[in-house]
């Protein structure tokens, strides 16, 4: 499924409309390039399960941030700074992916430890000025509940 993303309010509420779907389990894959609104779609996801008010940094320099919601235990990685994929494995992250709700920035750094079961979104920089295009590929149960996401 591809969307255009019309600015960063855009962005946000898709953020929110995963937050929707997401169950604990659940991984969420988010590629793009630097300033493709990886962080702004993460913080609209978090902030929809948690509070509006959620402070959120980015955890470019620790790697991982966590937060609390009904659901579970939400982990928000940004990998951009890891150094090969076997460090992922002493940031908790295989207890992450079993227990808990994943974000992931920069997942290609994951190597062969990302798993297969997740929902990939891939932003780009769309035409128009602050306009994103966004591909979402659901692989295993994110293809059942994934649903219409234009909702």
């Known amino acids: 499924m591809t969307l255009t993303l ?18 604990p389990g659940d991984v969420i894959a ?33 790697l991982v941030q966590q937060y609390e919601c009904d659901s579970g235990l939400i982990w928000h990685f940004d990998l951009y700074r890891l150094e090969k994929p076997d460090d992922a494995l002493e940031l908790d992250i295989e207890e992450a992916f079993a227990d808990g709700i994943c974000l ?29 295009r966004v591909t979402l590929t659901a692989h295993g149960i994110w293809a059942d509940h994934m649903g219409d996401l234009t909702e």
């Open 6 to 23: 019309a600015d960063e309010a855009a962005t946000r509420r898709l953020g929110e409309r995963l937050a929707d779907r997401v169950r």
């Open 30 to 62: 988010l590629w793009g390039t630097l300033g493709t609104g990886k962080s702004t779609l993460a913080r609209a996801f978090i902030r929809a399960l948690t509070s509006p008010d959620e402070e959120v940094p980015s955890p470019t320099f620790t």
């Open 104 to 132: 992931i920035e920069w997942p290609d750094q994951l190597g062969r430890h990302l798993p297969k079961r997740r929902l990939d979104v891939r932003l780009e920089t769309g035409d128009a000025e602050g306009e994103r």
